[in-house]
């Protein structure tokens, strides 16, 4: 039997008769058009050709992580109901632990199977266009918003909404302003230290439109997962995965300032903005090594 085979035998294998136990328990149910069983097989695709970082070496993930870690980010993934086929989250290496991140088309994904919204969707208000909303017991209610084809312009975004719509046509409305946004993605690996707004030709300036959708949609449904008190397995898996995700990066950055050398020589700057990022591989480049490892949810 061949390494990978191993690996297989001791994660997927493993996962898939835990997913069952749930099942059998009726602590998990899937939806009538999600198959736990092609999830884990496109998935199992997918980290079979997926390679760590530089600092790693581009090593095969498979090779690097943990077997446990490997474990929990499939079941992560399967809990949640979600299909990396689809874009619905990535598998992300740092160091040993590997980690399943879900995309905002993921969080979309697990906000209307939880909460059973209808529609999830967002719109830019650009300068020039007639916004109106109510403030009812702390909560944004009846915003209008009327615009002119003419003051569509990436440079002139004021702000942006998102709007879910719940089966009893109650709406749920958050709204950021574009400083608020810029707030967010200066948390972004790729946003540097003293950058206030976006870099020429980078992701967040090219597309910029949808990047604020994604962000204002990422915040609505976050903020009205974790206000739910909901103790199901979904949403254990929904916040064990942020809280993965987020000790993961916390220990890369610890790990990265520790093993950091400064050097002072002159060099020529690097003009990163050359350097065009489909969305989405900003996260899958973010490999850093960390020696500690985080214990699984099950073992």
Known sequence: MTNISIVKKDTVDIVAAKVKEFQERGELHFPANYSPENAMKSAWLILQEAKTGKNEG???VLEVCSK???????LDMVV????????????IAYGKQLIFQRSYF???????RVTAAKDIDASVIYEGDEV???IINGR?????HKQKFGNINKEKILGAYCMITFSNDEVYTELMTMDEIRKAWSKSQMWGKDQDTERQGSTHDDFKQEMCKKTVINRACKKFMNSSDDS???MKHFRRSDEALTEAEVEAEISENANSEFIDVESEPIDEDSIELPEGIEQQQMT???SQQRKPSFA
């Not at 993921?106 to 209307?112: L, S």
């Open 106 to 112: 993921g969080t979309m994904a697990v906000t209307k």
């Open 140 to 144: 944004i209610k009846n915003l209008t």
């Open 232 to 234: 199901s397995l979904i």
């Open 80 to 91: 949640q109901g979600l299909n990396p086929a689809k874009k619905q989250g990535y598998f």
């Open 58 to 60: 581009y090593k095969p």
């Open 68 to 74: 446990d870690s490997i474990a929990n980010s499939l």
């Open 132 to 134: 109106d909303y109510e």
């Open 288 to 290: 850093i090594e960390t």
